[in-house]
Each structure stands twice: as structure tokens, then as C-alpha cells.
């Protein structure tokens, strides 16, 4: 069964510095897609960035780029520049087949501090 | 304005009685699910629906009974209401369903707390 697992419960970090965020899959799956989405104080679930596994090519968006490392499974969220208002929980979501199911972690919350 | 509209944003309801929880979509999507998250719990897929027709029903109990009068609309109706049903419920959308890479977007969530 497709798993994925944050293992880090929370990070804080100071704004303007850069931060990661943890997350390694399992799947047999031979193409898969990965997701990260933010999900803020008020309960709004935002899709931030998405790798496909067949792209070597790591994807960014903005201030939001992704450390994937396929052999050993791993989709790594980077956020540069941080500011105050990133503060959230952020979730690594892989999509199951052509399902439309995704399977989510359990989420990292990110405090950002002035 | 959100494009994913879900009402309402919160609801207590007493243990047994039933409620259903709206949403409309305006992003042209052909393919609509519902979520759940409850407290310690990762989000929790419940269904798919895919041009109006249920494609995936992960739930075990028949409480919960999906609802699409129009294609952009899938309703959630729960019977019985329990207190464990007490969570957040989030519609989702996405173009396709079949396309893997197709990404979802969420609603805002109606939390609902049965008591």
C-alpha cells in the first residue's frame, strides 16, 4: 500500500532564512505524482508545488522548490526567503492511480518568526 | 473569491440527527471528491466522482451518502450522525480523475461537530 510520512511534527525558523520540510513515499507504482499543499490558520488547504516522478528536473514555484530524490523516495519542500505569513501546516500528498485518491502525511507545522 | 464553495463552514448537530454538506465548484472540473480530517488524522479520502458518477468510495459506512444534482455540485449527506464523525470535511476538485497527474484543489471545509 502507498504510504507517506513527515516525520518532522514541527519546525520554526526565523523569517527571511530558508527552510526544508521532510517527506519520504513508498509506492509500486512505476509513475507517480507527488504534492505539497499548505494548509493555514484559518483551515484553507492551498496547492502549493508538484513533482512528477518521470521529470529529473526539480520543480519550483516561486519561493517554493522541491529536493526530489527518487532513489531514495524522497520529496523534500524548500521554502527560501521565508516571511511571516508561511507560517502553516504543510502536508506531502502522493496521488494513487488514476483514482484521484491522495494519500496524505501527517503534516509539519511551520512557525515563522520575525 | 474561492472557487470552491463549501456550506456551511461549521455545523454542530446532535448525535443521530442527519446533515448535509453542500459544495459547488466553479473551476470547469469534471471530477469532484470529498476528505476528512479529523484531529491526529492525515486527510482521509471518502469519494470520487467523475461526470457526476461515484468512481471510488472509500468509506466503510453507509451513513455517508454522496449526492451530484449538477456537475459542478456534490452534496454529503451523514445520517445517524455519531460523534465520531466530528471533523473537518473538505470538498476537492480536479480537471480529470483519470489523469493521475491531475492536480486537486480544495474547498474552504465545513467543520462539523456532533454532540
Known amino acids: 500500500a502507498q504510504k507517506v510520512t513527515q516525520t518532522q511534527t514541527s519546525i520554526s525558523v526565523v523569517e527571511k532564512t530558508t527552510v526544508t520540510m521532510d517527506c519520504v513515499y513508498e509506492t509500486r507504482d512505476s509513475s507517480y505524482f507527488l504534492f505539497w499543499y499548505k494548509q493555514t490558520a484559518s483551515g484553507e488547504i492551498v496547492f502549493l508545488i508538484r513533482q512528477d516522478s518521470y521529470k529529473k528536473e526539480n520543480a519550483t514555484v516561486g519561493h517554493y522548490s522541491l529536493n526530489f530524490q527518487k532513489p531514495k523516495s524522497s520529496i523534500g519542500l524548500i521554502i527560501t526567503a521565508t516571511q511571516i505569513e508561511d507560517s502553516a501546516v504543510y502536508f506531502c500528498a502522493m496521488r494513487e492511480g488514476n483514482t484521484g485518491k491522495l494519500i496524505f502525511g501527517l503534516g509539519t507545522t511551520l512557525q515563522v518568526q520575525p | 473569491d474561492p472557487k470552491i464553495i463549501q456550506k456551511p463552514k461549521y455545523l454542530v448537530a446532535v448525535t443521530g440527527s442527519e446533515k448535509i454538506l453542500i459544495c459547488e465548484q466553479y473551476?470547469?472540473?469534471?471530477?469532484m471528491y470529498w476528505y476528512r480530517q479529523s484531529a491526529k488524522k492525515p486527510l482521509e479520502f471518502m469519494f470520487s466522482?467523475?461526470?457526476?458518477?461515484?468512481?471510488d468510495n472509500q468509506t466503510a459506512s453507509s451513513r455517508f451518502q454522496p449526492q451530484s444534482s449538477k456537475k459542478n455540485h456534490l452534496d454529503l449527506q451523514i445520517t445517524a450522525l455519531k460523534p465520531d464523525d466530528s471533523a473537518t470535511y473538505f470538498c476537492a476538485s480536479s480537471q480529470d480523475l483519470g489523469f493521475s497527474g491531475n492536480t486537486l484543489y480544495f474547498g474552504e471545509g465545513s467543520r462539523l461537530i456532533v454532540v
Open positions: 473551476l470547469g472540473h469534471n471530477a
Open positions: 466522482y467523475s461526470y457526476q458518477k461515484l468512481m
